[in-house]
């Protein structure tokens, strides 16, 4: 069994079936990529996966426990972060201040300071912050203002927000979009840099099958709704009714 499970969902909207019966096993550990075209399903899965949609049928389970009905911050506290296909940073605050919010909040799902911090709590809190700017490679940064960040820079000030709160699982939906080359190579560093360190889960949304193939241990193909494929990258690759309906002639 895997640290996450979903067994049986299915989701409509309306008319529309946008999720069919779909069974997911992710091994802890793991960075497993979910690909296939518009309107596979992709993104409904994903937001079944952080309880923010309700699915028809099914369940989904991380470390044991359901995740669906669940408020935001009960997600935070499961230890499941998300990093958005558009980055979600305060942009009227520098770079050290975006990642002392998620260190100072209460995960009540309120972004407030505490109360009664002690001043040796505070230059505890700002210790980490800063060493997780070095490991994000961002401290010579850390005094800009964030709304003035390339996208690239965005994305590691967002997944330094969410490192920050050790998670246990972190989903990504295409966190490479819209990036030039050179931005997407840096993420994609940054991305096994985590792997490599940390003991985290990873599941990535991603169109990029660069990103895909330099990153992923195992790969669902989703279409029309439900699992078409799940394997390794090189089967995957290999696989001529991948190949033919999903990745073209794209190569990692």
Same mark, same amino acid.
């Given at each position: 069994m895997g640290i996450l499970e979903v067994k049986d969902v299915s989701k409509r909207f309306g008319g529309l079936r946008a999720l069919s019966d779909v069974n997911l096993s992710i091994a802890e550990g793991a960075l497993h990529a979910i690909i296939g075209p518009n309107g596979a399903g992709k993104s409904t899965l994903l937001n079944v996966l952080v309880g923010k949609l309700l699915p028809d049928t099914?369940?989904? =389970?991380?470390?044991?426990?359901?995740?669906?009905?669940?408020?935001?911050?009960? +997600?935070?506290? $499961? /230890? +499941?972060?998300?990093?958005?296909?558009?980055?979600? @940073?305060?942009?009227?605050? =520098?770079?050290?201040?975006?990642?002392? @919010?998620?260190?100072?909040a209460k995960r009540d799902g309120a972004y407030r300071l505490h109360a009664l911090e002690a001043v040796r709590d505070e230059t505890a809190i700002n210790a980490q912050a800063e060493a $997780?700017?070095?490991?994000?490679?961002?401290?010579?940064?850390?005094? $800009?203002?964030?709304?003035?960040?390339?996208? /690239?820079?965005?994305?590691?000030?967002?997944?330094? $927000?969410?490192?920050?709160?050790?998670?246990?699982?972190?989903?990504?939906?295409e966190p490479t979009a819209g990036m030039a080359r050179a931005d997407t190579n840096n993420t994609i560093d940054l991305l096994k840099q985590i792997k490599a360190t940390r003991p985290v889960t990873m599941v990535i949304i991603e169109h990029d099958m660069h990103v895909v193939f330099s990153l992923a241990e195992r790969i669902t193909v989703m279409a029309q709704g439900t699992p078409l494929v799940e394997d390794i990258p090189a089967r995957i690759k290999g696989n001529p009714k991948v190949q033919e309906a999903y990745l073209g002639t794209a190569h990692a």
């Open positions: 099914g369940s989904v =389970t991380f470390a044991g426990q359901s995740v669906l009905g669940r408020q935001p911050h009960q +997600i935070n506290q $499961m /230890g +499941i972060a998300r990093v958005f296909q558009t980055p979600e @940073i305060f942009g009227a605050l =520098t770079v050290l201040e975006n990642v002392l @919010i998620p260190c100072f $997780m700017l070095v490991d994000v490679n961002m401290q010579d940064k850390r005094h $800009m203002l964030a709304g003035s960040l390339s996208r /690239g820079d965005k994305r590691r000030l967002e997944m330094a $927000m969410c490192l920050v709160q050790e998670p246990r699982l972190l989903l990504l939906d």
